[in-house]
């Protein structure tokens, strides 16, 4: 097998590649800014120097020339390479700072360079933290700077779009964001202007930088010169806890970090998932944080004699709710199920209902044609509809959906987390007749039409699993607390950084932040008590119930799921499955 | 305030003719900006814009390159614009002279317009003329070498007059002796 | 053989009126080497001609100084697709004013090259790149073009034969690093002119990612001549290691600065004081910039014997460069002159890696700083120092060009730069 020395220790190597690629997949450091691995190489920002040579072959002999002490002759190049875009080849040496002083040298020398004309505003910069010419300064930077000229002068707080804020002055022209909008999102929206150490980013005069995955170029800049306008001067990086997701507000489920602070969710970036989306997220999934803050439904609420609803306690709704049920038969009980919860929440809510005798399950869809791309946004505007529907509930479509209610006459109806009023011919007026339950996670046009709602928690208040467009099944954990959850007990919920380092400035304090809701599938378990038929303990016996009943989830674990980012499930008949 | 500006039938087939040479049409870019600054005076954001939907390629692509080469000129310039260079020979041989006193003449300093719009002056670099020092070029096209302050106040009444340099031939000592 | 400079008559830029005309040039032997190439195809084969272009070594006249012969030799076998000749007429060094002559007063002699390149290259599509500054020049070219195309030397079926060759020109608009062959290819393509991570190198992927061939517009001027005369013809010109007819390109204070002709290897002091008429005014030689602002500066008594091709000018301490010769006498201001030359890099570095784009921005300032006397002593280190990180760290070569003349000079003109130094004078108790 191919080989090569790096550090004077032998690795080997399969397949063609880059050396820097080469050597971060193998866990070794050197340090690089314009390099990305989804993107072209440009080997412009220079920092991944390293010396690098071949061994000198002897064509007559057919051997490798040795030296006197029988080592290998190696020609060097001339010049120290950048690893980032010198080819893996046979035999190759390469010397890193770890064993070069020129590199090491070179590398410090580099960063010198870049922060000659770069501003000492890491106090005030967003980036800071987390920023990749902070970290790689304190790691190679020279210990100061001998540059005692005025810095060169570019725009600053430059709104480049809706959503990205530009600082000229910190760029230090790596071209990622160009080059992101050239070959991922293809929008051409952004150039590199004018020359030498007056350039910076820009869009054309006059065009605003509304590209639908803008807030990518924010992630990969290795400086603070892009910000999120949004995210801006709202928190500090070391504050955060940073928890895995997916994405809940489109149908691809982007894999995610979800950013938390004080028990709300600060902001959402994407976590790297080659099997859904690479390195990236659309900017509408990011902005998404705010359902989990905002306009939650704390606390059952209830509408006494066709008045306004108030709150009302879990025991006062759990009984209103058991004396409502006990009043209907089955065939009058409308059951609408949704492609936003979860699948374990949408198993329990069936199955449940199914065990009441009822027969038939229903969802909306939540699809807007046309507003997908090639790239990571499906028309499916929801988490989970093929999970739902591989669970056996029936899609209805909105124009219909008015007419089951009219020719049914339900006389008790239950809507699971979906602002199904606000898609569909259907009008509250509709519900009148009925007793409408909503259990949901915030309010909305449906649920202030109903008569009792019941909170649920959102996908980063519970661990749940959720079927994307391709048939992917992938997972949340709990990144934030509930009135009934405790990081530091629920072993569902990760621990961040400032955890295991105990800063001060990680005190979640504020208890308005904790929501008071649980998840669907516990309501549902205490709706039922007294029986012991569905009395999960969790979310993961949930799965493993299902993965008994449906062929397609069978042996599909959190655990195999966490490993892989997700599994692929075999889905070919998305029709009914009605083993429930 | 800025117009809505367009090409006409025959500027487009004189495009078309530019895209032809190329096997892809971004290769005729800058010949492109070439043809619409020769037409507009100016390849200002409103004259990118129409480069750019004209070529069907992005108007940042368009920007990018205009702001990368230093001849195409990103706002409306005076009618004449004298670049001077100062570069090396020029500088050696007095072209920093010229332009001062090109500057004090007409008011105005490097980078500027007078107020009637019809001097810039620049100061470039080399600009290839070396043994002609020092020189300036008129709007990016005649060369006018061996500058003096008399030259200069020529030149510059000769514009107003709207007289335009003609082309300096530079012959060869060689061939002014060994002619055949 | 004429390499007495005294008889010698000029063979690239010959005197004789309206050369231009290719009825003209035709009449003085023009297009006879691409005629008897394409009449004698079995004798010159494209690999033919090639190994003849090599043999006679035309050394690389942009500044590089490599074998064109050699360079072409690179070209990959053809298989069926595009493949491209860029000549290089961007000439925008700093001192360099030559291959415009030859547009002026030979363009024909170039496109013959050209042609023959591209010939032996099996290349089909010709682009002349020239610096936007050089419009009436390319105008020139334009109609030289024209005149081919209508004497079938350019266009479907060269002189009756099954080889077809297209030329068009390419205006650049201002950017000295257009001149790198590798940003060359990116501006002719409408990018911004980044010069290109090599490898792959441009005889891989050049032009729209096929092969392509880079070669200076007076090294093609060049090949009429070996292909006229042939190599052996050719070698005898000038020194062994640096053969052929060399445009002299020399400016600055002489006498009479201008474009000469001559063999390469001259001697430096005959072509200041004899070709160009000596120093003006009687004033003393102080320093010489051989080949172009980014060629180290020789001093005036590093210039003794010294002759003007690759080997002796690398043994004196600089380089041919572009034969961009610039004289300066004694009341010259080294410390102005080199911050000028500053300048110019950093006005110029197209921004792409950074220790060029904040080192040539460095090296200025600091080097203003010293020409308005607020410099010190210290800062000449600084300034080494600078040079010494940007030098072989970059994409291209603009960062070393830009290092040289400030390193060699401090190296060569040091107490010059000391004497504008703030004396820093510390008082002992």
């Not at chain 3, 360079?71 to 060094?93: H, Q, T």
Request: proline share 6%; net charge negative.
């Amino acid at each position: 097998m191919p080989e090569i020395f790096i550090d004077n220790k032998r690795y080997e190597f399969e397949q063609p590649g880059k050396v820097l690629q080469f050597m971060l997949d193998n866990g070794l450091d050197l340090p690089f800014f314009c390099y990305h691995p989804s993107l072209s190489i440009p080997a412009n920002c220079r920092q991944c120097m390293v010396k690098a040579g071949m061994p000198v072959f002897d064509k007559v002999k057919g051997t490798f020339e040795l030296d006197e002490n029988g080592e290998r002759v190696i020609r060097y190049f001339p010049k120290l390479m950048t690893a980032c875009s010198l080819d893996l080849a046979d035999g190759m040496v390469v010397h890193t700072h770890h064993s070069d002083e020129l590199v090491k040298q070179a590398q410090a020398d580099n960063l010198e360079f870049i922060l000659i004309n770069h501003p000492l505003d890491c106090p005030i910069c967003d980036q800071a933290g987390e920023c990749p010419l902070q970290i790689l300064t304190y790691k190679y930077g020279p210990e100061g700077s001998r540059f005692e000229h005025k810095k060169v002068h570019k725009p600053k707080a430059i709104q480049l779009g809706p959503r990205v804020i530009l600082d000229a002055e910190r760029c230090i022209n790596c071209t990622r964001c160009v080059r992101f909008t050239d070959e991922i999102s293809k929008t051409h929206q952004l150039t590199i202007i004018s020359r030498g150490d007056k350039n910076y980013p820009m869009t054309a005069n006059g065009k605003v930088f509304d590209d639908p995955y803008s807030l990518n170029t924010v992630d990969i800049c290795p400086v603070g010169a892009l910000t999120s306008a949004d995210f801006r001067f709202k928190a500090r990086v070391w504050e955060m806890n940073q928890t895995p997701g997916i994405d809940i507000s489109n149908g691809k489920g982007c894999s995610t970090w979800v950013w938390t602070r004080d028990n709300l969710v600060m902001r959402i970036t994407p976590r790297f998932n080659e099997a859904v989306n690479d390195h990236w997220m659309p900017d509408s999934g990011r902005l998404s944080y705010r359902i989990f803050n905002e306009n939650r439904i704390s606390k059952p609420w209830i509408r006494p004699d066709e008045k306004e609803q108030v709150r009302t306690t879990w025991n006062n709704a759990e009984l209103t709710l058991r004396e409502e049920l006990d009043k209907v038969k089955p065939p009058e009980i409308l059951v609408i199920g949704s492609p936003h919860a979860s699948v374990e929440d949408s198993y329990a809510y069936k199955a449940y209902f199914k065990s009441l005798g009822v027969a038939d399950f229903y969802f909306l869809p939540h699809v807007i044609p046309g507003s997908g791309d090639d790239l990571l946004l499906s028309d499916d505007q929801a988490p989970n509809t093929r999970g739902i529907r591989a669970l056996g509930y029936s899609e209805v479509a909105g124009d219909k959906l008015q007419k089951l209610v009219a020719s049914g006459r339900p006389k008790l109806v239950f809507i699971l987390n979906d602002d199904i009023l606000d898609r569909s011919d259907l009008a509250p007026s509709h519900l009148e007749d009925a007793y409408t339950v909503y259990l949901g996670t915030n309010h909305n046009s449906t649920s202030r039409a109903a008569d009792l709602v019941i909170p649920i928690t959102t996908a980063v208040e519970h661990a749940a699993s959720y079927i994307n467009v391709d048939g992917r099944i992938q997972r949340t954990v709990p990144a934030k607390e509930t009135l009934y959850t405790n990081r530091r007990l629920n072993l569902e919920m990760s621990m961040g950084r400032p955890d295991h380092y105990g800063t001060k400035f990680d005190n979640w304090v504020t208890d308005a932040n904790r929501i008071d809701c649980i998840p669907a599938w516990e309501f549902i378990t205490r709706l039922n008590s007294g029986s012991d038929t569905f009395v999960w303990e969790s979310s993961r016996r949930i799965l493993a119930e299902i993965g008994k009943k449906i062929p397609a989830f069978q042996g599909i674990t959190y655990e195999q799921m966490d490993e892989n980012n997700g599994i692929q499930l075999k889905l070919e008949q998305d029709s009914e499955v009605n083993t429930i | 305030m800025s117009e809505t500006k367009s090409f006409n039938a025959k500027d487009l087939s004189e495009i078309e003719k530019l895209t032809a040479k190329y096997p892809e049409k971004q290769a005729a870019v800058l010949p492109v900006l070439w043809y619409a600054q020769d037409k507009f005076g100016h390849v200002d954001p409103s004259v990118q814009k129409l480069v750019a939907q004209t070529m069907d390629l992005p108007e940042a692509l368009i920007y990018g390159v205009v702001t990368f080469y230093t001849q195409f000129y990103e706002k409306p310039m005076g009618k004449h614009v004298l670049d001077v260079c100062t570069c090396l020979s020029c500088q050696i041989c007095g072209g920093y002279d010229i332009l001062h006193y090109l500057e004090e003449k007409l008011g105005i300093k490097a980078g500027e317009t007078t107020p009637d719009g019809k001097f810039s002056i620049q100061s470039v670099e080399c600009l290839g003329a070396c043994a002609y020092a020092p020189m300036l070029q008129v709007t990016n096209d005649k060369y006018v070498n061996h500058l003096t302050r008399e030259k200069v106040d020529q030149l510059i009444e000769d514009l107003k007059a709207g007289k335009q340099p003609g082309f300096e031939s530079n012959k060869m000592p060689q061939h002014e002796n060994g002619s055949d | 053989m004429p390499n007495d400079w005294k008889t010698y008559k000029p063979l690239l830029l010959p005197a004789i009126k309206d050369l231009h005309e290719i009825s003209i040039y035709e009449k003085n032997n023009g297009y006879q080497a691409l005629r008897k190439i394409l009449k004698d195809r079995e004798t010159w084969s494209p690999k033919n001609v090639t190994s003849e272009v090599k043999t006679a070594n035309i050394r690389g006249r942009g500044g590089a100084g490599f074998n064109a012969g050699l360079k072409w030799s690179f070209m990959p076998e053809p298989d069926g697709k595009p493949r491209y000749l860029a000549c290089n007429g961007d000439e925008s060094e700093p001192g360099t004013f030559k291959d415009r002559k030859i547009f002026e007063f030979n363009p024909h002699l170039f496109i013959e090259g050209a042609i023959i390149a591209a010939y032996a290259m099996q290349v089909e599509v010709i682009y002349v790149y020239i610096r936007g500054e050089y419009r009436p020049f390319v105008k020139m070219l334009q109609k030289a073009i024209e005149q081919a195309y209508e004497k079938g030397y350019l266009g479907k079926k060269v002189q009756g034969s099954d080889f077809s060759v297209d030329m068009y020109t390419h205006m650049g608009a201002g950017a000295y690093i257009c001149g790198e062959e590798s940003s060359l290819m990116e501006s002719l393509e409408g990018k911004r002119g980044y010069p290109r991570v090599k490898p792959p190198f441009p005889a891989q992927r050049g032009l729209w990612g096929r092969p392509t061939t880079i070669n200076n517009i007076e090294t093609l001027a060049n090949v009429p001549l070996v292909m006229n005369y042939g190599a052996d013809w050719y070698l005898r010109i000038g020194p062994d290691t640096h053969p052929g007819p060399v445009l002299y390109g020399i400016s600055g204070h002489v006498n009479r600065p201008a474009v000469y002709e001559y063999p390469a290897g001259m001697n430096i002091m005959t072509l200041i004081n004899d070709v160009a008429g000596g120093m003006r005014g009687g004033k003393k030689l102080k320093a010489l910039i051989p080949g172009g602002s980014s060629t180290p500066p020789l001093r005036a008594d590093m210039l003794e014997g010294v002759t003007m091709d690759a080997d002796s000018l690398r043994e004196a301490g600089s380089m041919m460069g572009t034969a961009g010769m610039v004289v300066m006498d004694e009341d010259t201001d080294m410390v102005d002159l080199i911050w000028r030359i500053s300048y110019f890099y950093a006005h110029e570095s197209c921004g792409q890696c950074t220790p060029c784009r904040d080192g040539t921005g460095w090296l200025e300032k600091t080097l203003r700083k010293i020409k308005n006397g607020d410099g010190e002593l210290r800062d000449l280190d600084l300034l080494l120092a600078i040079c010494h990180r940007m030098e072989g760290r970059t994409i291209c070569a603009l960062a070393d060009a830009a290092a040289w003349p400030v390193r060699y000079s401090i190296d060569r003109f040091r107490e010059e730069f000391e004497r504008k130094c703030k004396k820093t004078v510390y008082a002992v108790a």
